[in-house]
């Protein structure tokens, strides 16, 4: 599998945008990159995924780069509730096998009043 | 209610003891997972299933046994609990063909 890099962790103000990058220089031309977040206490929740093209949800925007090397993971006003372990992870979209997304460390998000 | 759930939320057991941790979907899901979330590791998944009867290993599958009798459970099995299996368990579960997982609340486990 395709591997990411994240920053270990990343701090912000209340209500500034926050952008949270990822490296993931051995992408495939399949690989779907899915972000999903951790609360304290709680199991992960899903984010956003996109495969080319930007992508926006209630929750957050995904920006991809051109090359699909890295991406951005924006929130547009960070809140408290928005502390959390942010992991960016690929997925095939030609795995049918229902092989589970692999979760590395993530970053930790820091926000603060 | 509809969701995925796990029980017990909270379990202390010793050392050589059996330990079963549950996990229940009502969107009858096609797959279904458990990962072990320890300090410093991250999530690491131990076992999946992509349909009732059908299980396969993960990254640390050693020391667990799952099953997958029914397509709603997917219990997971500690034969012989040992210390280094202290963690919390998330199970999963994604439709067939979706790309979004949905996560249990986590299991505690603590094993003296």
């Known amino acids: 599998d395709a591997k990411t890099t994240q920053p270990n962790s990343m701090e912000s103000n209340e209500e500034e945008p926050v952008h949270l990058p990822c490296n993931h220089s051995?992408?495939?031309?399949?690989?779907?990159i899915h972000w999903y977040r951790q609360l304290p206490s709680q199991g992960p929740e899903y984010v956003i995924h996109g495969l080319t093209s930007n992508v926006n949800n209630r929750m957050a925007s995904l920006a991809i780069a051109e090359d699909r090397k890295s991406s951005t993971l924006i929130l547009h006003r960070a809140t408290l509730r928005d502390a959390a372990v942010y992991y960016c992870i690929l997925r095939d979209v030609s795995d049918q096998a229902g092989t589970a997304l692999i979760f590395g460390k993530g970053t930790t998000l820091s926000v603060s009043s | 209610d509809a969701g995925i759930t796990q029980s017990p939320r909270y379990k202390i057991t010793e050392t050589g003891r059996q330990v079963t941790l549950m996990c229940h979907q009502t969107?009858?899901?096609?797959?279904m997972f458990w990962y072990r979330q320890d300090l410093g590791h991250g999530l690491r998944l131990i076992y999946y299933s992509a349909a009732a009867d059908i299980t396969d290993k993960g990254e640390v599958p050693d020391g667990y046994v799952v099953s997958r009798s029914k397509t709603e459970n997917f219990p997971l099995t500690l034969e012989s609990a040992t210390r280094s299996q202290t963690s919390v368990y998330f199970c999963?579960?994604?439709?067939?063909?979706?790309?979004?997982?949905?996560f249990g609340a986590g299991s505690r486990l603590t094993v003296l």
């Open positions: 969107w009858s899901h096609s797959y």
């Open positions: 051995t992408i495939s031309g399949t690989d779907y």
């Open positions: 999963a579960s994604r439709s067939s063909g979706a790309n979004v997982l949905t």
